[in-house]
């Protein structure tokens, strides 16, 4: 096992019908909001009406930023975050998926940074880094889809398009205060939408668990079982759209493989979300359909190195008794998740592996593995090409 620190100061309520108390949580941060949201699914859900009543009703004023795209750039996160500067707002309220909740926890910064900075500038690749030394707003979140765990972490995914960069900005100051993780919020998602979900779940857990070297027993165990819960559940919940029960467990998993959980005890990294990053920013498909289109790829490219297909193995005899390539690929094609790139991709494959080298090589013309060994250029490239249909 390796040595780690565990720091999660998130307060969480979890269970159904939960987001009634959006209002009463809002209240022990503040008293004028900055209410963070996509364009379109939560206003035609219904949802925002119901948060907006008890934001109302306990007494918050809330301005309404609902301009968050997926792949949320930095420009958008500028403009929400010059609005809730505008507007004196104490705290921000995070609603939506992934996106609207890393914009929101990236504007309750960008709220309080000095004039003329950008929240771009926070990145550790950018030519104008700097390090957060303002406290951020308090953020609350609200996710409606059980996948991307950003209601439990101190990270924000941006995507600077005029650069065709997508980079995490991770700093313990991004923490949200409070995450409501209500499973009934999810009962208007697709069948695909759902899907989806379930994959980025995984993803967040096979990456670390499959780079990672050696043994840490009792993490092993626990992720093991989150990734057992979502292959064994999200059948269920695909199937029968009421099944709350296997829809909170769904979240919770999703909650939990994003955490601080997912890299305590393990020395692995996020190899796979680093491809997937390049990907969306040079063509902008939605970040978990491009983890399920590169993960059959990635697995298999990837066990040509002993600690990986050790790691590999191990996890297809406790999780899927056999092969873990198999059985991953077998419950991909039962809930109808996409496995290849589409070939169009394969214009910018120059362009995304020089992307890659330039945002995580730390200035090398390689990528170093927990084991020693590297990664160059060249095998990023054959891993995208692998994945093209």
Not at 148 to 155: A, D, F, I, R, V
Not at 196 to 207: F, M, N, T, W
Request: hydrophobic residues 40%.
């Amino acid at each position: 096992m390796h040595n780690f620190e565990f720091n999660w100061p998130v307060k969480s309520i979890v269970g159904n019908g939960e987001v009634k108390k959006a209002g009463i949580e809002a209240k022990k941060l503040g008293r004028r909001a900055l209410l963070v949201t996509g364009r379109f699914s939560v206003r035609s859900s219904g949802l925002l009406e119901k948060v907006s009543a008890s934001l109302k009703s306990a007494g918050i004023d809330f301005v309404l930023f609902d301009g968050v795209e997926p792949n949320p750039r930095v420009t958008t996160i500028d403009k929400a975050g010059a609005l809730a500067k505008k507007e004196n707002c104490d705290m921000v309220i995070g609603l939506g998926g992934g996106s609207p909740m890393d914009a929101a926890k990236a504007a309750a910064l960008a709220a309080v940074s000095p004039s003329g900075v950008s929240v771009w500038d926070y990145i550790f690749c950018s030519k104008n880094f700097r390090k957060i030394d303002v406290v951020p707003l308090p953020v609350l979140l609200i996710p409606t889809l059980p996948a991307t765990g950003s209601e439990g972490n101190p990270t924000s995914v941006i995507t600077n398009w005029d650069l065709h960069q997508k980079v995490h900005l991770m700093d313990n100051a991004l923490f949200p205060k409070t995450a409501i993780i209500d499973p009934e919020l999810t009962m208007s998602l697709s069948r695909e939408q759902l899907a989806y979900a379930g994959v980025d779940i995984i993803c967040h857990l096979l990456e670390p668990y499959l780079t990672t070297t050696g043994d840490s027993y009792v993490k092993d165990r626990m992720a093991e079982g989150v990734i057992s819960t979502v292959i064994d559940l999200l059948p269920k919940a695909m199937q029968n759209p009421s099944d709350v029960e296997s829809r909170m467990n769904l979240s919770w998993s999703g909650t939990l493989a994003c955490s601080p959980f997912r890299f305590m005890a393990w020395n692995g990294k996020g190899f796979l979300h680093w491809i997937e990053h390049c990907l969306s920013a040079w063509t902008d498909v939605p970040h978990s359909e491009g983890l399920s289109m590169l993960l059959p790829a990635w697995m298999e490219y990837m066990s040509r190195y002993k600690f990986f297909k050790y790691r590999l193995d191990m996890l297809g005899e406790r999780v899927f008794n056999g092969s873990a390539e198999e059985g991953i690929e077998r419950w991909m094609k039962e809930i109808g998740a996409k496995t290849r790139l589409d070939k169009s991709a394969g214009d910018k494959i120059p362009e995304m592996c020089g992307t890659l080298i330039t945002v995580y090589a730390g200035g090398k013309d390689f990528v170093e593995l927990p084991s020693g060994e590297r990664m160059v250029k060249g095998e990023f490239e054959e891993i995208y090409k692998n994945a093209l249909q």
